[in-house]
């Protein structure tokens, strides 16, 4: 028994907490199909109604969001109730997946028990990142409302308790709603894994993304204040086509139906042509041959996809960059710090008052210059292309800066877009067990072997290593490039590269997913085949 302690991991001495805090039952026996699809329905619908439930007593004119860059991945709404999205919970699921991978954290995945000790670790680690992501953006970046922090001093309950600090009491209050909405997102989570289809997490990615590349699209409201031009590419489109005469249409207004922001027509184009790139490549697979060592006729195949590392890499190459927009912003803003507080050549910022914030061209967490700019992503082609050939209408995007500086710019983000997803495709599959020493002892623990091989996993491996490592590299440089050339181009919505890349991804996933839920509705006996519950 004291041997059998040892190798527990350290972990288990969260187990006393972590099986107190609220979950999610496991339904006890089989889920219909409609009751699945139903909870999927209804948790989406919630999804959406928390992103337009806005946070009580913020100043909503006063709100910098260094995560607009990444709105798409973290599938949040600014300012709501899913102001951090889904950050804590993938960030906690990444570090888990990382420490296990890397065999830092001592469990057995394939033991009932680890895996509860993991599961429940996991959801201790997002309570912890909810905190670690919700203090320092209310304590920075998100201002309460002069007239709720006046209301909370002069309530005869809460200025008690304040003690004359509505302030700190009102970001304290914005920090336990950023909590309830971030921590309902992870329980929702686990009813769509439990009690629907597919991930949670990934259906609320596709959401947000569709609904950024839908309101892109079809929005009729004007962009800004004063204009009666539709911000969507379709509408703006037709009133383009009403309202200017022959003559217009061929000196100017093909560029602003075409390439001028918001939403061009070349950005909807952009957006459908890498959807179905990513189709096709999602599809297209190494696939080799498999046979079972002792019966006889059993035959298989070991898929090997293109997109071998998935999104993977691109989701981490993006949250490195938000990581240093997010510092950059945080050491610009803080004079006082030494070093490196106010430093122009780690990033500048434009100030609320700079008329291109003021205008709408450009946001409060737009670099305008130093490392921060170059480490930027590139957003359409007004960012590079359009004022090359129009300085005089598009100037206002070179943020005041050359244009050689804008040459390196796109030089070192595609360098870092596809060069970094590489590296992370690389890293990801030695950590999750996609190797091809991981992969090969899973195949000879099922008893298949590559036919006119004999029957050893190191000839198994040798075989592997032709092929896995290879498409590792691509896989990362591929969706590395999408991403990169759909952010080039722009998309419509700003759902940016990464977004349509795992929005498709998510998509095409969820189809299969309801494919093989109706096969096994129909015929049960594939319930065991793939695992499913009885």
Known sequence: MPLEEQKKSRLYALKPLTDRLPAVSRPEGHVQFRTKMFWVLAILVLYFAMTNVFIYGLDRTNVIDFFSSLRAILAGAQGSLMHLGIGPIVTASIIMQLFAGAKIINLNLQDDEDKSVYQGTQKFLVIVMIFVEAVPQVFGFLTPASGFVSSLNGSLFFGLIAGGHGDLLAKILIILQLFGGSYLVFLMDEVVSKWGIGSGISLFIAGGVAQQIFTGTFNWEPSRA????????????????????????????????????????????????????????????????????????????????????????????????????????????????????????????????????????????????????????????????????????????????????????????????????????????????????????????????????RRDPRILRRVLDRYIPVVAVISGASVGALAAGADMIGTVGNASGTGVLLSVGIMIQMYEAIGREQMMEMHPLLRQFFGANE
């Open 226 to 453: 004063g204009s009666v031009v539709p911000a969507g590419a379709i509408p703006k489109t037709i009133y383009y086509l009403q309202h200017l005469p022959a003559s217009s249409l061929a000196q100017g207004g093909i560029e602003q139906i075409m390439v001028q922001p918001p939403n061009p027509l070349i950005a909807l184009i952009g957006t459908i042509v890498i959807f179905f790139i990513v189709a096709y490549v999602e599809s297209t697979r190494i696939e080799l041959p498999l046979a079972h060592g002792q019966a006889r006729g059993a035959r298989g195949r070991y898929p090997i996809r293109l997109m071998y590392a998935s999104n993977i890499p691109v989701i981490l190459v993006a949250a490195v960059l938000a990581n240093v927009s997010m510092f950059s912003l945080l050491f610009w803003q803080h004079p006082e710090w030494p070093i490196l507080g106010h430093a122009s050549w780690i990033g500048a910022y434009p100030d609320a008052t700079d008329p291109r914030v003021v205008s709408g061209q450009i946001q409060r967490t737009t670099p305008i210059g130093g490392l921060a700019y170059y480490f930027s992503n590139v957003n359409g082609v007004q960012d590079w292309l359009l004022p090359l050939f129009n300085p005089t209408s598009y100037g206002v995007y070179l943020r005041g800066l050359e244009y050689w500086q804008v040459f390196v710019h796109i030089l070192v983000f595609l360098l870092v877009f596809i060069g970094g997803s590489v590296m992370f495709a690389k890293f990801w599959i030695m950590t999750t067990n996609m190797g091809p020493e991981d992969v090969a002892r899973q195949i000879e623990s099922s008893g298949m072997q590559i036919p006119g091989f």
